[in-house]
């Protein structure tokens, strides 16, 4: 209701103060950006003047070329799908299952002591290594893929969960408690709200994470997507190929984090 | 009228390395309309005869009464009210208030209204839509209070309620408080272990002795004027007499 007053009232001081903030914003993101266009400026340079040799670095041109001949004959957007689709299911699932095991879990304290060292050891294993038996049984294919992905993010958004769920006061417990109220509600009215801001860091962390599943998974089974345009690339020895494919999955993996951020602006503003 | 009865109250805690006593035969009474406070060293057991009297711990043996009946039939007599106000928030004020009404399924037109009015009489009726962090700490801890007596509690138990707040606070929320108890004419039982803020608040202040706490001596407060605010009565002549006697009691019973 101030806010539109205030700005009118703004000191000279204040308004000093302001601009100060605002340059200060500026210059890093021109920074940022500077920084890009250089590294890609030097690189190309580099390779046109056969500093570095481009059948071993590619070149942005190269990178560029082969980005449009695979848009040309159609297959790009396939590849992305593909990858992006394996991503979203396997960390949307990923933290669903975590969350709901981590419901389980804490509405049990007895199951979850006894489970706590499998918890503790199935964290620490590197998931990947997992990868050929889950091949082996769920067949050389998409599905494996998925499963590789969710595999990877589950245990540690259990883990995360949990550690938040069981961090709440536990006096406000003790509130709902004076309420009497039951198990599903103290979830519903304290556990579900008070857990948002965990349930989206860990989903953060579970795009970062599902990236190494799926590329992982489509390096092992893959005929399509970017990790198999990757694995390709490499034996057929078109590093433009795979410069491609790792530049895509940077802007890529760059966007579903800004989304999520985005999701978690949106959902956590006011609370605090 | 004896509203509630503390008979023979005892409990042990029992810990791997052994077992503590925490609370020996502890009686008294709290007659109707009172307001009494509880006070005691540091760990003696305070909170602990506070969640036995409200039916959320198990005593070991003895039984509280309401009204000759045992209060675990009449838990929804009683109102409870934290050291922290532990508002919701990501809930409004609104939202928080009846919190415990939507939890037992109480929220009607009748209950809304009633929350609607609390809101209005103690002057956070504008603030309905706002969030808990922006509120200062008395009015939180008035949002508290008004969520505690939304669900029409005949005996409140305040558990150290002012001792989160800053001193200054301190003293405006305990007249808030207790004006608000006053006129809602609520039963009310406060622990404590701050000597002034029992004698300003209670009509009779009972001592408990360090664990394992037995009740040493009830106090009855008497200012001669019913109608004197916390406040007033901290500058009352009256008010240090009573602090000299409480302190030699408790420090007694720390010894």
């Not at chain 1, 670095?57 to 799908?81: A, M, N, Q």
């Not at chain 2, 503590?20 to 005869?49: R, W």
């Amino acid at each position: 209701m101030s806010k539109k007053h205030e700005i009118h009232l703004f000191s000279k001081e204040h308004e000093v103060y302001l601009k100060k903030v605002k340059s200060t914003k500026r210059k890093i993101v021109i920074t940022r950006v500077l920084i890009l266009v250089i590294f890609i400026a030097s690189w190309q340079i580099a390779a046109s003047l056969k500093w570095i040799d481009p059948f071993l670095t590619s070149s942005p041109s190269r990178v560029i070329k082969s980005f449009i001949s695979l848009y040309e004959d159609g297959s790009l957007f396939k590849h992305i799908g593909i990858t992006c689709y394996e991503t979203i299911l396997g960390f949307s699932l990923g933290t669903i299952l975590g969350a709901l095991t981590a419901i389980i879990l804490w509405s049990f304290p007895f199951v979850s002591k006894i489970l706590d060292p499998y918890l503790v050891v199935l964290n620490a294993l590197p998931k990947v290594a997992l990868a050929p038996i889950i091949i082996f049984w769920i067949g050389n294919g998409m599905p494996a893929i998925i499963v590789i992905a969710l595999l990877i993010s589950v245990v540690t958004t259990i883990i995360s969960v949990l550690t938040g769920f069981n961090e709440i006061d536990k006096e406000k417990i003790m509130l709902m408690n004076t309420f009497r109220a039951s198990k599903m509600q103290i979830l519903r009215y304290l556990i579900f709200p008070y857990s948002i801001p965990i349930l989206i860091s860990a989903l953060k962390i579970n795009v970062g994470l599902s990236w190494v599943g799926v590329i992982m998974g489509e390096f092992l089974v893959a005929k399509n997507g970017l990790g198999f345009l990757i694995v390709y690339g490499g034996q057929v020895a078109q590093l433009d190929m795979v410069m491609m494919s790792i530049v895509t999955l940077s802007i890529i993996a760059f966007f579903m984090y800004e989304i999520v951020a985005f999701v978690e602006k949106g959902l956590v503003k006011e609370k605090n | 009228m004896c509203l509630l009865k503390i008979s023979n109250i005892s409990m042990n805690y029992h810990s791997i390395k052994g077992e503590t006593q925490a609370l020996n035969n502890i009686n008294f009474e709290v007659d109707d309309g009172k307001f009494i406070s509880i006070l005691g060293p540091s760990g003696c057991g305070k909170s602990t005869l506070l969640n036995i009297m409200n039916g959320l711990l198990e005593p070991s043996s003895g039984y509280v009464l309401y009204k000759g009946e045992s209060i675990k039939n009449n838990l929804d007599k009683i109102g409870y009210m934290f050291q922290k106000d532990h508002l919701f928030e990501w809930n409004t004020v609104w939202e928080n208030v009846i919190l415990g009404l939507k939890i037992k399924k109480q929220l009607n037109d009748e209950s809304k209204e009633r929350a609607n009015a609390l809101l209005d009489n103690y002057g956070l009726l504008r603030f309905k839509n706002h969030y808990p962090s922006e509120l200062s700490g008395g009015m939180r801890q008035r949002v508290a209070l008004i969520r505690t007596l939304a669900l029409k509690p005949e005996i409140l138990f305040l558990d150290e309620p002012f001792s989160a707040l800053d001193y200054q606070s301190r003293l405006l929320v305990c007249d808030d408080v207790y004006n608000i108890i006053k006129t809602e004419k609520k039963t009310t039982i406060m622990v404590t272990h701050d000597i002034a803020e029992a004698i300003s608040i209670s009509q009779k202040v009972i001592i408990l002795s360090k664990r394992p706490s037995n009740v040493k001596i009830e106090i009855p407060i008497d200012f001669g004027n019913a109608d004197l605010t916390p406040f007033q009565r901290r500058k009352n002549p009256l008010f240090s007499d009573y602090f000299n006697r409480l302190w030699k009691e408790l420090d007694q019973s720390n010894e």
